[in-house]
């Protein structure tokens, strides 16, 4: 059974820094791509960055130059670094598979970004 866990996320003021965390369970984490999505109130949820099997990345537009994702496979683990920190930002962020084959969906981890 796959499990996600995700953590990191709190309250930060506009222009902060956050490290989001994802670690999995319960699958074979080298093999995958992996991807953080966040859904904000009201929205839809939005694959914002991507981190493939060879460490490479791709991000949203929207965060281009901002985040940085990464993935540490000893550890089962991918990361989002979040710097330059807007309100639009603010979200509830979600790991799983980019694409269609997703599994079942964590509790995921809330980022609000306000003075």
């Known amino acids: 059974q796959v499990q996600l866990v995700e953590s990191g996320g709190a309250l930060v003021q506009p222009g902060g820094s956050l490290r989001l965390s994802c670690t999995t369970y319960?699958?074979?984490?080298?093999?995958?791509?992996i991807g953080w999505y966040r859904q904000a109130p009201g929205n839809q949820r939005e694959l914002v960055a991507t981190v493939y099997l060879d460490g490479r990345a791709t991000y949203a537009d929207s965060v281009k130059g901002r985040f940085t994702m990464s993935r540490d496979n000893a550890k089962n683990t991918a990361y989002l670094q979040m710097n330059s920190l807007k309100s639009e930002d603010t979200a509830v962020y979600y790991c799983?598979?980019?694409?269609?084959?997703?599994?079942?969906w964590g509790q995921g981890t809330p980022v609000t970004v306000s003075s």
């Open positions: 799983n598979r980019p694409g269609e084959q997703i599994w079942q």
């Open positions: 319960g699958v074979i984490f080298p093999s995958y791509n």
